[in-house]
């Protein structure tokens, strides 16, 4: 059964240990959901994939099924336990897990603490109670979420370590479900020219001149999509940019970064060619580099995984929403394992990555019985 203080005590605990990402020290959080996951007596293993020691902690509750096929049909849930830097400007410790009217607050209350909370309070309330599934259920704490999973679940992926036959990305708040996603383009544009004296500048070709209008033509380039009832339209954004060495000077360099999001049905290799075309109507010389990369993602509403999600929720009397994801999880990093996938989670909406980030306790608690509740029910799937 789910045991509503335990849980509570549980979030605090998991805030009191900075796990910030940068710099991405995850090691002692991740000691500690070890020790209490190997106090279940399930299988758990701690497996690192960064340069210094941040290790992914894969805890597993072995299916009653023959061995091969209990592994295969198994359910991943998955959270991470990395957070973003705390900031400045809060009232409350971000570190303190303080209780103000039914709000727990700490960096990683919402994103995505409460959700690691919540899966380790199932995991002890089904050995606790007994229960016995018939197919595995693998909960997989990963670091590094918030810059890029490169040592996270990507790798947990790319090298078979994780092959459940449904995973639950634990990743979103209010009861929502993400179903699709958009897909994700980050890359630099850099743009070449030739130096010369400020007051001679018809001898030289201004890089941040040209970078300002090739820009320009960035932001009305119009990217093909699908409408999608869950999505909202393509987006290109300039997030940074840089060039010249001094005012009296015409600059030979200048980079800017771009962040694009795409939707399902549009595949990335036509937006990089768009991109290309659209900088060399401005630019002769430039070279644009891609530092990240995630292609849209959708699952049917339909699937059975999904309406099960749904109907057990129903039947809990718990109101969850079917929608789309603006943003980026890790949840478009299954596809290409084959995997079926879809995001869920507990936090307070509005709150992750903000000042005085909080969860709400009603929730978290809810939040633990719907999931367990779900357990069960894709058991019997």
């Known amino acids: 059964m789910i045991n509503k203080p335990r849980l509570v005590k549980l979030l605090q605990k998991t805030i009191s ?3 910030q990402n940068p710099p991405g020290n995850e090691k002692s959080l991740a000691d500690f959901i070890a020790r209490d996951m190997k106090s279940l007596k399930l299988k758990v293993d701690l497996i690192n994939y960064a340069k210094t020691y941040r290790p992914n902690i894969i805890a597993t509750l072995k299916g009653s099924l023959p061995a091969p096929r209990a592994a295969k049909e198994a359910v991943l849930i998955t959270p991470h336990f990395d957070t973003v830097p705390v900031g400045s400007g809060w009232t409350h410790d971000p570190l303190g897990g303080k209780i103000v009217n039914g709000r727990l607050y700490g960096r990683g209350a919402s ?33 590094d979420e918030e ?10 992926l790319e090298k078979h370590v994780l092959k459940p036959a449904l995973a639950v990305v634990m990743d979103s708040d209010d009861f929502t479900t993400i179903v ?12 070449f020219g030739k130096k010369a004296h400020g007051a001679y500048n018809w001898l030289g070709v201004n890089a941040i001149e040209i970078a300002a209008r090739v820009i320009t033509q960035l932001k009305i380039m119009k990217i093909p999509y699908k409408k999608h009832p869950l999505l909202r339209p393509p987006t290109v954004n300039i997030g940074t940019i840089k060039g010249g060495d001094k005012v009296n000077m015409v600059s030979d360099f200048c980079e800017f970064s771009v962040d694009v999001r795409f939707l399902p049905g549009t595949k990335d290799k036509d ?12 630019a002769k010389k430039f070279e644009i580099i891609i530092d990240d990369l995630q292609r849209p993602f959708e699952i049917s509403p339909k699937h059975p995984f999904v309406k099960a999600y749904v109907d057990t929720a129903k039947a809990m009397k718990i109101p969850v929403t079917l929608e789309g994801s603006q943003g980026a999880t890790v949840i478009s990093f299954f596809p290409k394992h084959k995997i079926p ?8 909406r509005g709150t992750a990555h903000t000042t005085d980030e909080y ?9 633990a019985k719907l999931l367990e509740g779900y357990l069960k029910a894709y058991d019997q799937i």
């Open 359 to 367: 969860c709400e306790i009603e929730k978290l608690h809810k939040g």
């Open 271 to 282: 937006v990089m060619n768009l991109l290309k075309s659209t900088v060399a109507s401005e």
């Open 341 to 348: 996938a879809f995001a869920a989670g507990y936090g307070s």
């Open 180 to 191: 699709a996603q958009k897909g994700l383009m980050h890359l630099r544009v850099r743009i």
């Open 17 to 19: 240990f900075d796990s």
């Open 147 to 156: 810059t890029g999973s490169h040592a996270g679940i990507l790798p947990l």
């Open 111 to 143: 994103d995505d603490k409460c959700n690691l909370t919540v899966c380790m309070e199932v995991m002890r309330s089904l050995v606790e109670d007994g229960y016995k599934p018939r197919k595995g259920i693998i909960m997989a704490a990963t670091v």
